[in-house]
């Protein structure tokens, strides 16, 4: 084998970052990129001049990070950015989201592609209102890792006692949001220690650091483990010579294992076929599997068109009453009565906002019936009804087909997410009629 | 509903583990797919470089084996490189596609355009591409756009909506979720889409060796007559240079980035074949921006002032 072809072995991870604004994320993320040499030369160069035109001695790594103008100037992130680096062992794209109130939003969607998110904490702050508020999120969202990197170290020198008290803090608090798998980290991103290279200051440590637990962390989920799910985006009719009857369905597997021969149920009418040949992106193959995207052909001539769902047992039934946990993510807000668009998977249809049943304080996680309407970055569960039927999954067992955004129809505005079904246990619910700041 | 239990696996030991060309190859497939389902009439950024050959390449693996609905639209600057003009006639010949060209000369010798002092045309392309846009009413234009290029992309979206100026507002920006792209615009708007968002130049070079994507010559080794301007080996030609102070010289060189003859610099380089190019490139502690494209030296913020104007 080649360096170059072991190069391209390597699995891929998708990682959300969240942390309050003074928890030195910015530093982290830099510290992840230089000491992982994923800073280049000319990148370095203008960091370190950037550094001493602010009169700040050594470079800082933050710099690295805050891409647009009006974050420089104000020294804050707005809004989602993506990273890239690589190790050796695996290629990361990173979600990097601003931890500030504001922008529960943007945690949101980073972490809706995220297989893992690292919560960042101040070690002299403890788990904070944010802390929990981010761990909420990824729980939401259904983040499968979870990582607590304990920051700052340095200025409670290294002392083990505060790391263990907040690692398990935070732990317990994950557990009861349903997160099972939560690894503490004790670091320090402004002089390095256990972000790349382990501590000399924190041997009662004897953990990975954060970089070897990105890079070891199980990528992925099992897909044989889950019924097979492909939603058509597009129907490839080439009318040739040569392929005069080809009809080819296109998609990409939502999960599971579709093999030649299977039996599968189109959604939302109901036929039933089977996997006659599938080709994956032009040559024929017997088995296929999430997430790869390939063109399916079926034993039966059914008329099947974009949004149209290919379904393994057991398939979802179809419906158009749908029960769900959303994030607001538009300053206009969300009302009752309001007519949307749904987009699902390769689906969108026409909506009805007909019931918005509580709101969650993300902070407390209590139920607060009685909202008139979402305002964003208000986490709710909602009852919609849909033009025509969608065949969703719940989406703690499947975030592709679980998941939809509703759409302004009047200019196109994506205004919310939505997780089909109940989100974590809830609390107690209070009346929210009484209270000045609802919509 | 179902009930299943989601049993994590390690990938690199499951049958069914994806390395990550195979994730990102399977996402970028998907994207095309989701504007050949979603938009009247979208169109490639075709230039000839790496990145727009690669989204070429991709897009007849989502089609196949039908034709790629789409056209393609090259923003001529007048300072292309021979050797990348005859890449791309030979690409459209070879899969029978439909080429659209919007050239500057063409505006310039309207007067629409001026020629600028420095003599750059980089900066020149964003009327002809707006107006290819507008006078063929597409709808969606893929750009070869990677997040990983520079400070400014990696808060760009996969699908990028722009306005009737064809200008890009971070602000105005949609949130993207799971993999729910929204295409969604007005009419007079036009949603930009960046198939390779999640590419890196790296996964670009090992993808191109691993389909055995043929590029155009420039990108590897060969003895060329350059001269130095701004700290770059420029090739001759009568865009307008060598100045009488520079000196002309032959050297053994190579391109990493394909733009125009005028603000693209050539690296001294061996590397002749494509392995010795991702050795290369693994191994250089240059981003290829910063070694050979001086139109993005300009400042800090050169690339977010391009982007609000309907650059890519």
Request: charge should be negative; include cysteine.
């Amino acid at each position: 084998m080649s360096t170059t072809q072991e190069a391209t072995a390597t699995s891929l991870l998708r990682f959300a970052t969240a942390g309050s604004v003074d928890d030195g994320k910015s530093t982290l993320v830099g510290r992840l990129l230089h000491d992982s040499k994923s800073v280049l030369a000319d990148q370095l160069e203008a960091v370190e001049h950037a550094s001493r035109r602010r009169g700040q001695e050594a470079p800082d790594l933050a710099l690295l990070t805050d891409g647009l103008r009006a974050e420089r100037e104000q020294g804050i992130t707005i809004d989602v950015a993506y990273r890239y680096f690589a190790t050796a062992r695996r290629r990361f794209i990173l979600a990097d989201t601003p931890g500030h109130v504001q922008y529960t939003r943007n945690m949101v969607t980073g972490a809706s592609t995220a297989e893992l998110a690292v919560v960042l904490v101040d070690a002299r702050n403890g788990v904070v209102e944010q802390t929990r508020r981010h761990a909420a999120v990824a729980a939401l969202l259904r983040v499968p890792h979870v990582v607590l990197a304990v920051n700052k170290m340095d200025l409670v020198a290294y002392a083990e006692p505060v790391f263990a008290r907040i690692a398990e803090e935070f732990t317990a608090y994950a557990a009861s949001l349903g997160v099972k798998d939560v690894v503490a980290v004790p670091i320090s991103a402004l002089a390095g220690d256990n972000v790349v290279e382990p501590s000399a200051n924190m041997d009662w440590y004897g953990g990975p650091t954060l970089l070897e637990h990105l890079e070891t962390v199980p990528v992925g989920t099992d897909p044989s483990a889950e019924p097979a799910r492909f939603p058509v985006q597009y129907v490839i009719r080439p009318q040739s010579e040569e392929f005069h009857d080809y009809r080819g369905y296109a998609g990409q597997l939502a999960s599971g294992v579709l093999r030649v021969g299977d039996p599968v149920t189109v959604l939302p009418s109901g036929h039933t076929t089977t996997v006659a040949a599938i080709d994956a992106l032009g040559e024929p193959t017997e088995i296929a599997w999430a997430p790869q995207s390939v063109t399916v052909r079926l034993a039966d001539d059914i008329d099947i068109s974009r949004g149209d769902l290919i379904a393994a047992a057991p398939a979802p039934v179809p419906t158009k009453d749908v029960r769900a946990t959303v994030c607001h993510l538009n300053e206009r807000p969300l009302h009752v009565g309001a007519k949307v668009l749904l987009k699902h998977t390769t689906r969108t249809v026409r909506a009805l906002v007909k019931e918005i049943e509580y709101r969650i304080d993300i902070d407390t996680l209590e139920r607060r019936s009685g909202a008139e309407g979402l305002n964003v970055n208000d986490i709710g569960h909602v009852v919609l009804r849909t033009a025509e039927p969608l065949a969703l999954d719940d989406y703690t067992d499947n975030r592709r087909t679980g998941s939809f955004v509703l759409i302004d129809p009047s200019d196109g505005t994506t205004l919310t997410a939505g997780m089909a079904g109940e989100a974590f246990d809830t609390v107690s619910t209070t009346d929210a009629s009484q209270e000045e700041d609802w919509v | 509903m179902t009930v299943t239990t989601q049993r994590l696996v390690q990938a690199e030991d499951s049958p069914y583990a994806l390395s990550h060309l195979d994730a990102l190859e399977a996402e970028s497939v998907h994207i095309f797919r989701e504007v050949a389902g979603e938009f009247e009439r979208p169109v490639i950024l075709f230039s000839g470089g790496k990145d727009s050959i690669v989204m070429l390449h991709l897009a007849l693996k989502a089609f196949a084996p039908a034709p790629v609905p789409f056209a393609l639209l090259h923003v001529d600057t007048g300072h292309n490189f021979p050797e990348v003009l005859a890449y791309r006639d030979r690409a459209v010949a070879k899969h029978n596609l439909r080429l659209h060209v919007a050239s500057v000369q063409d505006f310039i010798d309207r007067g629409v355009l001026r020629e600028r002092a420095d003599g750059l045309r980089n900066p020149l392309q964003t009327v002809p591409l707006l107006d290819g846009i507008e006078s063929n009413k597409f709808d969606a234009v893929f750009g070869g756009g990677r997040r990983d290029e520079e400070k400014a992309r990696a808060k760009e979206r996969v699908f990028s909506l722009r306005d009737e100026f064809g200008a890009w507002d971070p602000r105005r920006q949609r949130p993207e979720l799971w993999s729910l792209y929204n295409g969604r615009h007005a009419v007079g708007e036009h949603v930009r889409v960046f198939p390779l968002s999640n590419w890196t130049e790296l996964d670009v070079w090992q993808y191109i060796e691993r389909e055995g994507i043929e590029l155009p010559e420039i990108y590897y080794a060969h003895r060329r007559e350059v001269f130095k301007r701004d700290g770059m080996w420029l090739t001759a030609g009568e865009w307008g240079g060598p100045k009488e102070t520079e000196q002309v010289e032959t050297r053994l060189v190579r391109y990493r980035t394909v733009g125009d003859m005028s603000c693209t610099g050539a690296v001294d380089s061996d590397a002749d074949t494509i392995e010795a190019v991702i050795t290369e490139i693994a191994a250089s502690r240059l981003t290829e921006r910063g070694a050979t494209r001086a139109d993005d030296k300009m400042s800090e913020a050169a690339m977010e002032d391009r982007k609000r104007e309907g650059y890519f």
